[in-house]
């Protein structure tokens, strides 16, 4: 079917009428105004983005800019360059690290009587003058109370004063079940006659 047969001219009529036609126009404006919304959003997000990780205003400006032009590769540029972190995702960082050494600092050893914080190799507390540890009789290094020989000197280590009475007072037990109030000076009484 040959419309008219005039050949290629009506058709070369018929583009110029379909550039100019209502239908074309209305497309190609929408096709625009859809590509500036799209370029404005996207500035719009850099914004948002930008304000979220960077604390400087001034920075948050020069992103933005960046965001708007040149459109479109601006916020490539931008999100290769963003810094990794949000603001809050810092802070919430630092909040825990700030927990976790107050862990740290709770953890040490502190005196049992004024509980002023000690270091383990301390043999008395310094603000009361608790004895916290015995020294060793060959070296003097701090020994824990259960050591039964010095680590550093291999020398053995005497029962502390404290295991001392329990093992006297369990000796006296079994000896002669008396009085714990009365068990010790009458027989030193006796013993002094
Ligand atoms: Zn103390
Ligand atoms: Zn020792």
Known sequence: M??????????????HDFLHSTGFVVARNFAILLAVVFWLALAFWVYKDARRRIADPFL???ATLLGLAPPYIGPVVYLLFRPAETLDERRSRQVELKALEEQLKRARPTCPT?????EPDYLACPVCATTLRQPCASCNAPLEPLWQVCPYCTAPIEPSQVDLDAAL???????????DAIRLMPRRHFAGR
């Open 169 to 179: 007072t369990a000796e006296a037990h079994s000896i002669a079940p008396v009085d």
């Open 2 to 15: 040959r419309p008219n047969g005039l050949g290629i001219f009506p058709d070369v009529t018929a583009i």
């Open 114 to 118: 004024c509980i002023a914080p000690v």
């Open 60 to 62: 948050v400006f020069v």
